[in-house]
């Protein structure tokens, strides 16, 4: 090892001896940071991640690595040193090694040099340095590999130029077994093989942050092999060609050969082995998590996962495949026998195809490919479909993949997030396929339910509803084997097991008034025990055996695991309106990828409010841009929050509009929404907008006067009424937001708590503005440009954080409190009396258990399909945070947050923090000055260190001559 370190040291004081090491290292940052912040637009993706800096390693290597290598043994053989060497009391092997590790060390200083760039990217942002380090330890590996390629190129020629350029073509046909043209050619199958013996896709898998083993011997093979050849090139070198040394000849040679086969076959040998990796993820992305595991072992029913891939795809699509067969063959080993899995090219099985276009609706997908000569359009098939008994789901290309559009126009596509499309799939199904039957006979003890009711003092209007609640009760008892006790209480009689006191103390269980007028109340609750946890169940509004059954089976569901929640959706509904012209204007508003998003965990039914009630197996409210209501609809949400359910209110003051006059965007304030109920409930939803320097750009028509001429454009402008809520503007121990990095609420109103209302509840501020924004009362969101050049609006003097989002849970006073109840009300368009009525509000519940829980967002814009369109155009998928924002309080009002880590996975919810251009350029020119600074200081250390090496003492001319006396 002494003789190989020194070889090492003595190659390096070549480099650093002459301007060579220099050069390559400069070379080498220069190229790297124009890629990272001009190429690769650094600051305009706005991502916290170092991909740009990784992204085009492997074709940087090939060109510098080679420039190293391609002198190794060139110049020794052209200057006639080999010989020297060779007959030194060192290896061949040594001597191999030696310059190999000379070489890596100049790659290593290089990359060394780089990590300012990650560190700026941490300091601006929330990198996960898991991917940082398996970019670098990716660039070793390739680096490893590219020099043994050169050093053995380097020892068949003595002239560099030919060792340059045959060490670049080589390295670069290794490259190019990984592109995704040369799959078109020779199809998927061997193209898989190929991609597997290139660098470059091996390169990709661990700097992303997984490292397999596989990847690994994969890269020590391919250094292993040229170097092996390169000792076998020095040896032959030596040889002559005589009968005498042709035993040493073929040993040699059957030793390297053999030593290439072992490396080969172990690659062989290691290609199944998908477990053993390592994720250095920070949220271990790459790794099946806690909740898909426990998901797969409690199947009770097969689960058949089958992809569709067709052998002939596009070539964007085709190295993806490999990646999603991987991720399912783990899926499988994890479900223990309980998951079927079947990889199909439809074109190959007939009879699959036709099952999949007729039975699942699955359909190849027309893809536009540029070939050498022509484009031409492929049909083929990338799905995967989840069945569970009779439930499935079926994931096309579209819910698979992102594609984000690189600087140079090309698209980049990459899996979203496999793990969370596959197993909310699973979940659907399985969850979907569940009965209340197969529940309840899996349940370890039974359900015990007890009816309080005072049967004496019941309202006309309900004298039957016991009865009907007793026989729903019963006909489930009698179909349970015995999982389901049903009992009877009356508090009010003589001999009762509980007082109206011991109700309310326990269960928090108020009675109702009989009517305003009355001093008797009445009881006609339920209680549900399911293990230790009871559930307190309300009569329905219409007491029909459908209605109870519902009821009772719904808080079944709830109570037991195993139940794919129900999602109520309610947005207004939108009719087209008259400008001041006299012409229609159709509504502007959606929100159709709202209900899709919540439609992957949930099954979303979209629910009308104007009976006065919401369905009683609904398990969370959605209630989108809250306006143009009545007192039912109001009523409904009021008494649903009365019986412990969930809602989510996206409920600002103000809904996107059409500007009636400039042809743009405009903002109205709601008229008839949920401003007052939530005033009631302690939540003060402010008529003012928010504006916030801190903020998400927006493309904004902007009219500039060129030589008397009015020039209209559009430019991507500070806009302060996207209001961009950062890390330390959230709640981050919420699980709403806790796996959250950023969002954006788009012309939020503040939020504003009645401390005395809320004191007894759990209130938590989700969101909050920056210390730089203000309120705004006026409603004009158009920038004035000319009374206000740097911004468009005026900056208030007052400017401190507002809160936009907040959740609470706890119990809730009725806003009908006292109120005649909407319900008694007469028809749409007849006259009501005045008059107090002598009928009680029937069902009006006055306080809520401790369970309800309201999440109320600032924002009714924040959700708009167009203000997603607006975003993705400048910001690509910033607004998935928006919908994911709106996923987490679904899931944390359901209690259902299993999901919630695997769906904060990937990169898109890592952004920068909000900078001026002055800034970003402050950054960019901090890092070329600490390279050239590093760069210097290497130079003037090694220059310090070959000055102050000592000469080697020569012996004086007399000892010389006293040794040749001496030996004579």
């Known amino acids: 090892m002494k003789q190989t370190l020194a070889i090492t040291r003595k190659e390096l004081k070549g480099y650093f001896g002459s301007p060579m090491a220099l050069i390559f290292v400069g070379t080498f940052l220069a190229v790297a940071l124009f890629s990272f912040f001009w190429v690769e637009t650094f600051f305009a993706r706005g991502i916290a991640d170092v991909r740009p800096l990784f992204r085009w390693m492997p074709v940087l290597m090939i060109f510098l690595v080679a420039a190293l290598t391609m002198r190794q043994w060139s110049e020794e053989q052209r200057s006639g040193t080999l010989e020297v060497l060779l007959t030194l009391p060192v290896s061949a092997a040594q001597l191999v090694l030696g310059k190999f590790l000379a070489v890596l060390v100049l790659v290593a200083v290089s990359l060394a040099l780089t990590i300012f760039l990650p560190i700026t990217v941490s300091t601006l942002g929330n990198l996960d340095w898991g991917p940082v380090i398996g970019g670098y330890l990716a660039a070793i590996l390739l680096a490893a590999a590219y020099a043994a390629i050169g050093l053995f190129v380097s020892s068949r020629t003595d002239n560099q130029i030919v060792a340059l350029i045959s060490t670049v073509m080589l390295c670069a046909l290794l490259f190019m077994l990984g592109s995704g043209g040369l799959a078109d050619f020779v199809g998927s199958t061997v193209g898989d093989l190929l991609r597997a013996m290139s660098p470059a896709s091996r390169f990709e898998s661990i700097q992303r942050g997984v490292v397999d083993l596989r990847d690994t011997l994969y890269y020590l093979t391919l250094s292993g092999v040229f170097l092996a050849l390169n000792v076998l090139s020095l040896v032959s070198k030596g040889w002559s060609q005589g009968q005498g040394t042709r035993p040493q000849r073929r040993s040699v040679a059957l030793s390297s050969t053999l030593l290439v086969l072992n490396l080969v076959v172990a690659n062989v040998w290691a290609y199944p082995l998908r477990g053993l990796r390592l994720d250095l993820t920070q949220h271990r992305e790459y790794t099946l998590s806690d909740t898909t595991r426990d998901l797969l072992n409690n199947l009770q029913e097969p689960l058949l996962i089958r992809g569709y891939f067709s052998e ?117 199904v399985v969850y979907g396929f569940q009965s209340v039957d197969a529940v309840l006979a899996a349940l370890e003890e039974p359900v015990e339910m007890t009816i309080f009711a005072t049967p004496s003092t019941l309202p006309a209007p309900l004298a039957d509803a016991l009865q009907t609640i007793q026989k729903v009760a019963a006909d489930i008892q009698r179909d349970s084997s015995g999982k389901f006790i049903y009992t009877l209480v009356d508090p009010d009689a003589p001999n009762s097991p509980v007082t109206r006191q011991e109700l309310y103390d326990r269960y928090r269980i108020q009675p109702i008034a009989v009517s305003f007028f009355s001093p008797e109340s009445y009881y006609l609750h339920m209680v549900m025990q399911v293990g230790d946890e009871p559930t307190v169940l309300y009569p329905p509004g219409d007491v029909s055996e459908a209605e109870v059954r519902t009821t009772i089976e719904s808080a079944l569901k709830r109570a037991s695991p195993g139940f794919l929640k129900v999602v109520g959706f309610w947005v207004p509904p939108l009719q087209p309106t008259q400008d001041p012209f006299g012409g229609t204007q159709q509504p502007i508003s959606s929100w159709q990828e709202l209900f899709a998003t919540l439609g992957d965990e949930y099954e979303v039914r979209g629910t009308d409010l104007s009976g006065g009630s919401v369905p009683a197996a609904v398990d969370v409210l959605v209630v989108v841009a809250p306006q143009d209501m009545t007192d039912k609809e109001r009523f409904a949400i009021d008494q649903y929050l009365m019986r412990g359910g969930a809602v989510v209110a996206v409920a600002g003051n103000y809904v996107l509009a059409p500007d009636p006059y400039g042809g743009g965007l405009a903002v109205k304030e709601v008229q008839d929404g949920l401003r007052d109920m939530l005033d009631h409930y302690g939540i003060t939803v402010g008529r003012e907008l928010v504006l916030d320097l801190q903020n998400e750009p927006f493309p904004v028509p902007v009219v500039r006067n060129v030589g008397g001429i009015q020039i209209q454009e559009i430019q991507a402008l500070d806009y302060p009424f996207f209001v961009d809520v950062r890390a330390d503007g959230m709640a981050s121990e919420h699980p709403i937001v806790s796996e959250l990095q950023a969002v954006t609420l788009n012309w939020p109103s503040p939020i504003t708590l009645d401390e005395a209302k809320n004191a007894e509840r759990q209130i938590i501020e989700l969101l909050r503005s920056s210390k730089a924004s203000w309120t705004q009362a006026d409603s004009n969101i158009q920038p004035n440009f000319e009374l206000h050049p740097q911004l468009g609006f005026a900056v208030g003097e007052v400017q401190e954080p507002h809160t936009i989002a907040v959740a609470v849970q706890g119990s809730l006073e009725s806003y009908f409190k006292d109120k005649p109840s909407p319900l008694l009300a007469g028809a749409e368009g007849e006259e009501v009396t ?121 012996m004086p001319p007399e000892a010389l001559s006293t040794s040749a006396s001496e030996v004579k």
């Open 834 to 954: 005045p008059e107090p009525p002598t009928e009680p509000a029937a069902g009006t519940i006055e306080r809520s258990p401790d369970t309800a829980r309201l999440v109320v967002f600032g924002s009714a814009a924040f959700l708009d399909d167009i203000v997603f369109e607006i975003s993705s155009s400048l910001s690509r998928d910033r607004y998935l945070n928006s919908l994911r924002l709106v996923q987490s309080a679904v899931a944390w009002c359901t209690e259902d947050l299993d999901l919630l880590t695997i769906r904060a996975r990937g990169t898109t919810a890592r952004l920068l923090d909000p900078l001026t251009e002055r800034g970003q350029s402050m950054w960019e020119m901090a890092n070329y000055a600490v390279a050239l600074l590093a760069l210097v200081l290497i130079g003037v250390v090694w220059n310090v260190r070959r000055r102050s090496e000592q000469p080697m003492e020569l």
């Open 312 to 428: 002939k795809t596009h070539p964007l699509l085709a190295p993806l495949v490999p990646t999603i067969r991987d991720t399912l063959e783990e899926y499988r080993i994890a479900s223990a026998g309980k998951l079927e899995l079947d990889i199909v090219d439809p074109a190959k099985e007939p009879e699959k195809e036709a099952e999949a276009s007729q039975v699942y609706g699955i359909r190849p997908t027309p893809f536009q490919v540029a070939g050498r000569y022509e484009s031409s359009v492929i049909n083929s098939y990338f799905d995967i479909l989840v069945r569970y008994g009779d439930q499935n789901e079926v994931l096309g290309f579209t819910d698979l993949i992102e594609v984000e559009v690189r600087r140079d126009g090309l698209p980049d596509v990459r899996l979203r997030n496999l793990e969370y499309d596959l197993t909310r799939s699973i979940k659907k």
